[in-house]
């Protein structure tokens, strides 16, 4: 499965972004679909997670109530809207997906980097302050 990530680029302190996660010749009706970043010099992180069973969502503590993660089945895209932005939130974001599983229980864990199967190219994003 090839995941593409795209929507990154450079932003003033307060704007907003919105990245795309799409595949090709793939469906991602059975997927658990995650965004992830990385920082400079930081560990990769989860940022969000949608389950295609139920719509559930994840978010990291650092983006609850600025971002906000959806699908579009018709094309085939998981997207990242992403409101408020901070210097901190300055990354490269990828996405990843694993074998669906509900986020209503134990989301952490769920959204986790171990557990991802196929991972996409990274897109970055740059917030000026």
């Known amino acids: 499965v090839q995941l593409q990530a795209s929507g990154g680029g450079l932003v003033q302190a307060g704007g907003s972004l919105r990245l795309s996660c799409t595949t090709s010749?793939?469906?991602?009706?059975?997927?658990?679909i995650a965004w992830f970043r990385q920082a400079p010099g930081k560990e990769r992180e989860a940022v969000s997670c949608?389950?295609?069973?139920?719509?559930?969502?994840y978010y990291d503590d650092s983006v609850k109530g600025r971002f906000r993660i959806s699908r579009d089945n018709s094309k085939n895209t998981v997207y990242l809207q992403m409101n408020s932005l901070k210097p901190e939130d300055t990354a490269v974001y990828y996405c990843?997906?694993?074998?669906?599983?509900?986020?209503?229980?134990?989301?952490?864990?769920?959204?986790?980097?171990?557990?991802?199967?196929?991972w996409g190219k990274g897109t970055q994003v740059t917030v000026s302050s």
């Open positions: 990843a997906i694993r074998p669906d599983i509900s986020l209503v229980i134990a989301a952490r864990a769920v959204c986790a980097e171990h557990g991802m199967n196929y």
């Open positions: 010749g793939h469906t991602l009706d059975y997927y658990t």
């Open positions: 949608i389950s295609s069973s139920d719509d559930s969502t």
